[in-house]
């Protein structure tokens, strides 16, 4: 019920010729098909060197027909814009009919059943996609659909060194872990994010358009807290506003096996369980000691612990039993 479309194009004419884009393609493709636990993620088509602008769009049709969950399409090669839109081209692309046009594929988007439907570009001028004119009702966006372009409609695509595009490869770590939160699933808008904040002002810029109604997570990691963990957040803090108590018993190494200087009450197991917990918490900025700069201190002073305003989303999540 998950499918992916996975598009690399070297092979263009001549000086056309590209280098990258295959093994961006093939890059994306490995990373798409398994989760970070190893565990199948999307049922992945991975087509290199597509050759005809007809050959494309009979791909774009079986991608986008059915009822699945979700259904992604990654495209890496050339793009172009002219007065009449944008495209992605295709090796018999000439002038005027350069491959398969933005408002093809939007329309192949507009008129599909599945729920979700994410299209990710790497190619120059992509972030015309979308942008096509009041004249088409294709260019609003239909609800579940997801774009993120590696740049805007007037500017090109750039490459790395080592062999990928840079909005590639910045896709790629983020699809790895980079753009995960903290329960590990990584979607289409913090991909951007993340993509957003490493490119500066002066480099190649990308652009989201999402018109979603539910959060679609394009891959699983290794969370970094665990659901179980996090869901005693509600118990730890029954009422978001409230401070939980603290007291040396709540240290482990405030313990008479350890030679420093103790303060009553010792480590009692039951506490130290919490606290590591709420350490665990205070890691990924849902919790914070008050008046203490460490969690240690806010124990071994008898003082407290809050939640933060990340921390009070979370609360609400684990209350309406999302989580």
């Not at 019920?1 to 295959?22: F, H, Q, S």
């Not at 495209?75 to 814009?81: E, L, M």
């Not at 059943?113 to 009041?134: R, T």
């Given at each position: 019920m998950?499918k992916a479309?996975i598009v690399?194009?070297n092979?263009y004419?001549?000086?056309?010729a590209?280098?990258g ?5 093939t890059?994306v493709?490995t990373?798409?098909?398994v989760?970070?636990d190893?565990s199948p993620?999307f049922?992945?088509?991975l087509k290199?060197n597509?050759?005809?602008k007809?050959?494309l ?7 986008f027909s ?17 007065e009449?839109g944008?495209?992605?081209?295709t090796?018999?692309g000439?002038k005027?009919?350069e ?6 594929l ?6 599909s059943k599945?729920?979700d439907?994410?299209?990710?570009l790497?190619?120059c001028h992509?972030g015309a996609?979308?942008?096509?004119g009041?004249?088409f009702?294709?260019s609003?966006l ?9 740049s805007k ?6 490459e ?5 595009g840079?909005?590639?490869e910045?896709l790629l770590s983020a699809l ?6 903290l329960r590990?699933?990584?979607s289409?808008?913090g991909?951007y ?5 490493a490119?500066g002002p002066w480099d190649?810029?990308?652009?989201f ?5 539910r959060?679609t997570?394009l891959?699983?990691?290794q969370?970094q807290?665990s659901?179980e963990t ?11 506003q409230?401070?939980y108590?603290?007291?040396?018993s ?8 350890v030679?420093h200087?103790?303060?009553e009450?010792y480590a009692?197991?039951?506490n130290v369980i919490?606290?590591k ?6 890691s ?6 008050v008046?203490?700069?460490y969690m240690?201190?806010?124990a071994?002073?008898?003082?407290a ?6 921390g009070?989303?979370y609360?609400?999540l684990?209350k309406?039993?999302r989580?």
């Amino acid at each position: 019920m998950r499918k992916a479309l996975i598009v690399g194009i070297n092979d263009y004419p001549g000086e056309d010729a590209l280098t990258g884009c295959i093994n961006d393609a093939t890059a994306v493709a490995t990373t798409l098909s398994v989760n970070g636990d190893g565990s199948p993620n999307f049922d992945v088509l991975l087509k290199t060197n597509v050759k005809t602008k007809s050959d494309l769009k009979t791909l774009l049709a079986e991608l986008f027909s059915g009822d699945s969950d979700i259904a992604l399409f990654y495209f890496a090669g050339h793009g172009a814009v002219n007065e009449l839109g944008g495209y992605l081209v295709t090796p018999d692309g000439k002038k005027y009919d350069e491959g398969i046009s933005m408002h093809d594929l939007l329309t192949f988007s507009k008129n599909s059943k599945v729920k979700d439907k994410v299209i990710i570009l790497d190619c120059c001028h992509s972030g015309a996609m979308g942008s096509i004119g009041n004249d088409f009702p294709e260019s609003h966006l239909k609800e579940g659909t997801s774009i993120l372009t590696a740049s805007k409609s007037d500017e090109p695509s750039m490459e790395t060194p080592n062999g990928h595009g840079v909005f590639t490869e910045l896709l790629l770590s983020a699809l790895q872990g980079g753009a995960a939160d903290l329960r590990g699933h990584i979607s289409p808008g913090g991909i951007y994010a993340y993509i957003d904040q490493a490119l500066g002002p002066w480099d190649q810029r990308p652009v989201f358009k999402t018109n979603v109604t539910r959060f679609t997570s394009l891959r699983t990691i290794q969370p970094q807290v665990s659901p179980e963990t996090l869901r005693k957040i509600a118990e730890y803090f029954p009422n978001p506003q409230d401070d939980y108590k603290l007291d040396p018993s709540y240290e482990d190494t405030n313990s008479k096996e350890v030679t420093h200087e103790l303060k009553e009450p010792y480590a009692k197991k039951e506490n130290v369980i919490v606290f590591k917990d709420l350490q665990k918490l205070q890691s990924v900025g849902l919790v914070v000691p008050v008046d203490a700069s460490y969690m240690y201190f806010a124990a071994m002073e008898s003082k407290a612990c809050k939640l933060t305003s990340l921390g009070y989303h979370y609360w609400r999540l684990v209350k309406d039993k999302r989580i």
